[in-house]
């Protein structure tokens, strides 16, 4: 069994920062692609940045220029570093890999959420 547990979520001031953390536990053989993905109240699920294996990179044009992906392969974990926290951001911030196991087979992975507030 494969699992996502997300931490760091939480309130900040407009302008602050936060650092979102997400690690895999289980039996899998190899990361792909590790991503993070927010829902705001009444909207859909959008996307906010992915790293594929390859340390590329890709950023939602509203988080462009304050989030940094990144991952720290030993750890199997991918962090989201926000800053600059603006009011558009508040969301539930949820992790998202894509995972292949022993077999060969790959499938996707999602964190449990964790909520981000922006507020004074």
């Known amino acids: 069994q494969v699992q996502l547990v997300e931490s760091g979520g939480g309130l900040v001031q407009p302008g602050g920062s936060l650092r979102l953390s997400c690690a895999a536990s289980g039996s899998f053989v190899s990361i792909n692609t590790m991503g993070w993905y927010r829902r705001a109240p009444g909207a859909q699920r959008d996307l906010v940045a992915t790293?594929?294996?390859?340390?590329?990179?890709n950023y939602a044009n509203s988080v462009k220029g304050r989030f940094t992906i990144s991952r720290d392969i030993a750890k199997n974990t991918v962090y989201l570093h926000m800053n600059n926290l603006q009011p558009d951001d508040p969301a539930v911030y949820y992790c998202?890999?894509?995972?292949?196991?022993?077999?060969?087979?790959?499938?996707?992975?999602w964190g449990q959420g964790t909520p981000v507030t922006v507020s004074s």
């Open positions: 790293i594929t294996s390859g340390s590329s990179t």
């Open positions: 998202n890999e894509d995972i292949t196991d022993g077999s060969g087979w790959s499938s996707t992975y």
